[in-house]
């Protein structure tokens, strides 16, 4: 999300004990500054009724709704917005600017809460590494404790940053370090070691202003943590590269400038990634873990205005780039927008090594117009794992859920879809799916507003994903499948 349609602020309930999981407290990290005592509860307005299981449901013949479960205190609130979901074995972890909650998904048509972690400071991405959960934090807070306040934000003294969870036991959530990055973490990705030691986290963050003295421009950069396995409780800071030593795209009126990447996504089998970096589209090679390397940027000034999340096919050969034109808070679906803003942009990987370069091939939008009070634009999404077809679900706000077939790049077309009534009639609020994956046999919705949905998709051209089945899945890490 673009922070342009939502301030950094910090939303949420806070409590003043450590941080809380279901009732129970937990143990801050030992390099944490104690909390202040007896923060005042946040008064936030309770989530509309029609973000319940109430609202209509809209989908077509071959996706169901097959389970719902709606935000639960003290995450029922409109500002405790949910946000991105890791997967591992039978548990679902689910971000939320306020925190994040652990689902049990053993039945994917009986999904129950297993735990809820009170920790605010937005936006909550989340990944996950054998036991270990790291939970991106966006919004400066007094400090690094879940127990932190909302801190003004000329305070030079404010922290954000990344943290680091013990989920071995998903029932208890075990708070076991943190680590500050240059403007907070607004999203990160996930990257495997090659000797299986450590994990390293791409750590996106943006937001030079006046207005935030600690994140000044340029900021083309992103921030490189190593988290050491067997030794979580001491992430270090490897580097921070400047990507962009040229400054990166300067800007238009309606393209913004490339300063730092909002979200980078990796394939690791090829030593891969792919950025989408505000104004550019961007390529990288990973084989060194700690010095991403720029092959190839592109750009698309006339229909792309902030390139937002990027998507490979399963070979590698393609990538889908998200435009999140309005920073998710616009109603972008009409015919007034058009079908080629807010959209995706596929684009095809010509050439091998450093000669890689990306041609555009198509946009793809969903071909349904929503209404100018449902805020709706392109996001997050994954592969549907089809060995031989490229098939993607995505979320696209209260566009709802689409599944979508690439396999032709010049020809990209809908093949499913679930969609709810409008959130509230009356007024544009920021509602609907945030995130969309494909995770063993089924889809997973996250609600910024409705909670968790679980869909079943039944076609010819997506049942073979039914065999398929990971013990670890984070979308933005992409796994080969069908090899």
């Known amino acids: 999300m673009n922070p342009s349609s939502k301030s950094r602020r910090a939303a949420g309930v806070l409590i003043g004990i450590a941080p809380l ?22 008064a936030n307005q309770p989530v509309s009724a029609q973000a319940s299981a109430s609202r209509d449901v809209i989908s077509s013949d071959n996706i169901e709704q097959v389970a719902h479960l709606p935000k639960q205190a003290p995450f029922d609130t409109v500002d405790a917005v949910g946000t991105d979901i890791a997967f591992q074995g039978d548990h679902a972890f689910v971000g939320n600017y306020d925190g994040f909650v652990v689902y049990d998904i053993k039945h994917p048509k009986k999904p129950r809460i297993v735990s809820q972690v009170l920790c605010p400071g937005g936006q909550g991405d989340v990944s996950i590494s054998g036991d270990l959960l790291f939970v991106s934090t966006d919004y400066p807070r007094s400090n690094d404790t879940c127990t932190s306040e909302a801190t003004d934000s000329a305070d030079p003294n404010g922290w954000e940053g990344m943290k680091v969870f013990d989920v071995s036991d998903p029932a208890k959530p075990r ?33 030079p202003s006046e207005k935030f003295p600690k994140c000044q421009p340029p900021h083309d950069k992103i921030s490189i943590v190593e988290v050491p396995l067997a030794d979580p409780a001491n992430p270090v800071l490897v580097d921070a590269p400047v990507l962009f030593p040229d400054g990166g795209n300067p800007g238009t009126p309606t393209v913004s400038q490339t300063s730092g990447c909002h979200d980078i996504t990796v394939f690791p089998e090829k030593d891969l990634a792919a950025g989408a970096c505000m104004g550019d589209g961007v390529l990288f090679d990973i084989s ?36 999140e034109l309005g920073g998710g808070a616009a109603a972008t679906c009409n015919a007034e927008t058009g079908p080629q803003r807010g959209a995706n942009g596929v684009y095809d990987i010509v050439g091998s090594g450093a000669d890689a370069k990306l041609e555009f091939r198509s946009y793809y939008k969903i071909p349904r117009h929503q209404a100018d009070t449902e805020n709706c634009v392109a996001h997050n999404g994954s592969l549907i794992p089809v060995e031989g077809r490229d ?93």
């Open 21 to 42: 999981v279901l009732g129970m407290a937990l143990a801050t990290p030992s390099a944490a500054t104690p909390p202040s005592d007896g923060p005042e509860v946040a």
């Open 175 to 207: 708070y076991v370090s943190s680590i500050p990055t240059a403007c907070g973490s607004h999203t990160h990705t996930l990257v495997p070691d090659k000797a299986g030691e450590s994990v390293y986290l791409y750590i996106s963050s943006y937001g």
């Open 288 to 323: 060194d873990r700690t010095a991403p390397r720029v092959i190839n940027q592109v750009r698309d000034d006339e229909n792309f205005a902030f390139w937002h999340s990027a998507t490979f096919n399963n070979d590698g050969s393609k990538v889908v780039f998200t435009d």
């Open 391 to 483: 098939i993607m679900v995505q979320a696209w706000y209260q566009g709802g859920v689409s599944v979508w077939d690439f396999t032709d790049s010049e020809n990209p077309h809908e093949i499913g879809f679930f969609d709810r009534t409008t959130f509230d009639e009356g007024a544009l609020q920021l509602a609907g799916s945030w995130s969309a994956y494909y995770y063993n046999g089924h889809i997973y919705s996250s609600g910024i507003q409705e909670g968790l949905d679980v869909l079943d998709i039944r076609d010819h051209r997506t049942n073979p994903a039914k065999k398929v089945r990971f013990e670890e899945f984070n979308p933005q890490t992409q796994p080969v499948y069908g090899r």
